[in-house]
């Protein structure tokens, strides 16, 4: 059983096209169920560009579209 904590440290991908996307930056719980509904990752673009673009909407992952959580990275299919 992992720590809220240790979800931070963790890179999300996406398997569908191999793209990173990001650490996980907050965790959405059902406080009366004690379940994680979804993971945020950040909504930012890596490119050189994107200091002169808005920022972009966070990235909210149902909890449904995690593969696998491993030792380093969350693999997700969205």
Do not use: Q
Not at 22 to 37: A, K, L, P
Not at 42 to 71: H, M, Q, T, Y
Request: glycine residues 6%; charged residues 25%.
């Amino acid at each position: 059983m992992s720590k809220l904590i240790d979800f931070r440290r963790k890179e999300v991908i996406n398997i569908c096209d191999a793209r990173r996307l990001g650490c996980v930056c907050d965790v959405d719980i059902d406080c009366c169920s004690g379940t994680i509904n979804a993971i945020v990752v950040p909504g930012c673009a890596n490119s050189f560009f994107s200091c002169f673009s808005r920022p972009l909407a966070d990235i909210v992952i149902p909890w449904e579209n995690i593969r696998k959580i491993g030792e380093e990275v969350i693999l997700v299919e969205i």
